[in-house]
């Protein structure tokens, strides 16, 4: 049996959505300069140590552990238009101050910490709002296709914006090729802005079953009642920690193997890259059809079982001929990853009502986001003790696991999207709305 083949109208046709898309690609080419130009800066101007370069990194991710929980409940007791507008508007005023600072003769490794930081908390903020913010401006049955079309054009900026950014910073400079990125902010707020469908504004004072609203500590709580007691939730946050915490033991010294043991050359490594991009994009132009050829359960089944075999691929390559088992190992993951995030994401947006949406989303990040650095420091620490080969060989054995939770949970049986649940969930009942099938 599949799912219903019947055509779906166009999310393109959605002016709203069109606004959404076009600021949101604006947004990822622009980020791609910065994550370019500002470890640049700190390089090649302010002479920065390993470590220091290092912190850029770690400083940007704190928030995400840091704010998520509390950014899921702030997001619901908001209209999420307004948040994504303040967000992009609240980066483009940070990333400002680094040509600033520069031109004046003042830039400093703490003011790059600062930028970081600032920028990282509003990327909290507008990340929960933009997942959130989607349902309310596309149909229940676009999700997919929707989801898709961003996720498009995230892998292609990722394939070519790092291209794109050098040749900038080459032609004005890093620290003011930092004001692009800026300004492609500012350009995703004014489309962001344009949106004109109407939003319901959420009770500050009552929640969603028109109860006084509790404290911002006790709507987090909900949030992770509501995620944990939702066995469809629960398997789609099981697998993807899992899968998140392998994968990045695999990779984290995966550019040292390919040096180290591999001999590949920078631009052989560029071309592996390369094509697990291609893959990604592929898996975003598919992964609509696949839901609908097989179903939304079995697609994200079958897209999660792809990432053992891609990291298993990547273990094994030869000394002597490396790069093709490395292509196909960074295809599968590539196409696997993108083809999962799409239709989890649609499903998880289907059957979560609107005033929980925020709680739901950050929930979710923060549960298969916190495992990213523990795995990455057990991959390094593997790889030290053991070798090279060995942590990515862990990272195989481990993804494949992953896909465990959603194969022994109902997520296997979904056919179509689900209707949308009308009448929240009472996370203090701890009962669950069952999708329809």
Same mark, same amino acid.
């Given at each position: 049996?599949?799912?219903? /083949?019947?055509?779906?109208?166009? *999310? *393109?046709?959605?002016?709203? %959505? ?5 600021? +949101? ?5 622009? $980020? ?28 940007? %991710?704190? !928030? ?53 930081? =600032? ?15 989607? /349902? ?18 995230? $892998? ?18 890093? !620290? ?25 504004? /959420? ?14 500590? +006790? ?20 697998? $993807? ?17 390919? *040096? ?5 050359? !920078? ?29 939304? &359960?079995? $697609? ?33 993951? &590539?196409?696997?990853?993108? =083809? ?29 986001? &916190?495992?990213? /650095?523990?795995? #990455?420091?057990?991959?390094? #620490?593997?790889?030290? #003790? ?9 990272? #195989? ?13 109902? *997520? ?26």
């Amino acid at each position: 049996m599949t799912a219903d /083949p019947r055509p779906i109208a166009s *999310v *393109v046709r959605n002016a709203d %959505f069109v606004r959404l898309w076009v600021a +949101q690609t604006i947004s990822q080419f622009g $980020t791609q300069v910065s994550l370019l130009a500002i470890p640049l800066v700190a390089v090649s101007l302010l002479e920065a140590s390993p470590f220091e370069v290092a912190l850029l990194s770690t400083v940007e %991710f704190v !928030p995400f552990i840091l704010f998520s929980l509390p950014a899921g409940a702030w997001v619901d007791r908001l209209r999420r238009r307004p948040i994504l507008i303040a967000g992009d508007l609240g980066r483009a005023a940070a990333l400002a101050s680094v040509p600033i600072a520069y031109l004046l003769g003042v830039l400093t490794m703490a003011q790059l910490y600062v930028v970081g930081f =600032v920028a990282g908390t509003l990327t909290v903020l507008f990340d929960v709002a933009y997942q959130s913010y989607l /349902p309310s401006i596309v149909e229940r049955e676009q999700l997919v296709d929707g989801n898709g079309k961003l996720e498009a054009s995230r $892998t292609i900026a990722q394939s070519a914006g790092p291209a794109l950014g050098g040749g900038l910073i080459g032609l004005v400079t890093a !620290p003011l090729a930092i004001l692009v990125d800026g300004v492609s902010f500012v350009l995703s707020a004014l489309f962001v802005f344009l949106i004109r469908r109407p939003e319901p504004t /959420p009770d500050r004072h009552a929640d969603e079953h028109g109860r006084p609203r509790g404290s911002l500590r +006790q709507e987090v709580g909900e949030g992770l009642r509501y995620v944990l007691g939702n066995r469809y939730l629960r398997g789609i946050a099981a697998s $993807t920690a899992t899968s998140n915490l392998f994968n990045n033991l695999a990779t984290a010294t995966f550019i040292v193997f390919a *040096v180290r043991e591999l001999s590949l050359s !920078p631009a052989e490594i560029g071309v592996i890259f390369g094509v697990g991009n291609l893959g990604a994009v592929g898996g975003a132009l598919v992964a609509d059809r696949l839901a609908r050829r097989f179903g939304v &359960g079995p $697609t994200i089944v079958g897209s999660m079982a792809l990432g053992g075999p891609g990291l298993l691929l990547m273990a094994l390559a030869p000394r002597e001929s490396p790069v093709p088992f490395l292509l196909a190992s960074q295809f599968l993951l &590539g196409i696997g990853v993108v =083809v999962y995030n799409i239709n989890q994401l649609s499903f998880r947006q289907a059957i979560t009502p609107t005033a929980m949406q925020g709680r739901m989303n950050a929930t979710m990040r923060f549960i298969v986001w &916190g495992t990213i /650095p523990f795995g #990455a420091l057990l991959g390094g #620490a593997i790889a030290t #003790a053991f070798g090279l080969r060995t942590a990515i060989f862990v990272g #195989a054995v481990g993804e494949f696991l992953a896909i465990l939770p959603v194969l022994l949970t109902p *997520v296997r049986s979904l056919r179509e999207m689900p209707m949308p649940a009308e009448d929240p969930v009472d996370p203090a009942a701890g009962v669950e709305a069952a999708p329809e099938r």
